[in-house]
């Protein structure tokens, strides 16, 4: 069935280093692809997205580039800040019968940033 | 903006008892959805609508009611609460099918549900 996979957390990082988080996947036809974020205390909210292979989403620093030949969407940011300390969860929307889409979740990733 | 409402934010119930998570959005959007978040498991869809009075189920919903007889309202029952349900709850909503062109799907605070 359709699935994502990312990779455990938490990471920990010191301000300004490079992030990565791994997301791959797994689906029929062409999903579309985000990057949810969950600060402490709030909602999830829409970081980026790509609906189509070689796609890149990029919001606030983040990028992220949809592979369709190693069905992975990794989450990229070059310089973290404290303020990016937070769970970042992917996502892939899974079209089903009677065209009612609904997001198929990661487990979530726990950011951890120092000063 | 307010956004999307979720009441309360903490729960603790005992087997057998029931309770309404309260969820409202002020976006006028027609589609709501129920998530739960297990400790280490993505958020799986319990219930979801695409409109006032309709109501559709999704990957996990024994053990749950909803309603929706508003645009803003879409609460979540619990009947006989378990421990089974101890989870965390999120309520989202979006103007059309998430995934669609430009949709982006917005999110309550969750609800952290603990029975015992």
């Known amino acids: 069935g359709n699935s994502v996979t990312q990779m455990e957390g938490p990471v920990t990082l010191s301000e300004e280093a490079f992030l990565t988080i791994n997301c791959t996947y797994t689906a029929t036809g062409y999903p579309s692809l985000f990057w949810y974020v969950q600060y402490p205390g709030e909602g999830l909210q829409l970081l980026l997205k790509a609906t189509k292979a070689d796609d890149k989403g990029s919001n606030k620093g983040f990028e992220a580039t949809y592979r369709k030949e190693t069905t992975s969407f990794h989450l990229e940011k070059g310089s973290v800040q404290v303020s990016d300390s937070a769970v970042y969860f992917c996502?892939?929307?899974?079209?089903?019968?009677?065209?009612?889409?609904?997001?198929?979740f990661g487990a979530g990733t726990r950011l951890a940033v120092h000063p | 903006n307010a956004g999307v409402t979720q009441t309360p934010k903490f729960r603790i119930l005992k087997i057998g008892q029931s309770m309404t998570l309260q969820c409202t959005q002020d976006?006028?959007?027609?589609?709501m959805y129920w998530y739960r978040q297990d400790p280490g498991m993505g958020l799986k869809l319990i219930y979801y609508s695409v409109g006032a009075g309709i109501t559709d189920k999704g990957e996990v919903p024994n053990g749950y009611n909803v309603s929706r007889s508003t645009t803003e309202d879409f609460p979540l029952r619990l009947e006989l609460a378990a421990p089974s349900q101890t989870s965390v709850y999120f309520c989202?909503?979006?103007?059309?099918?998430?995934?669609?062109?430009?949709?982006?799907?917005?999110f309550g605070q969750g609800t952290r549900l603990t029975v015992v």
């Open positions: 989202a909503s979006s103007y059309s099918p998430v995934g669609e062109g430009n949709t982006e799907a917005f």
């Open positions: 996502a892939l929307q899974h079209p089903f019968f009677g065209g009612y889409n609904k997001l198929i």
């Open positions: 976006m006028n959007h027609n589609y």
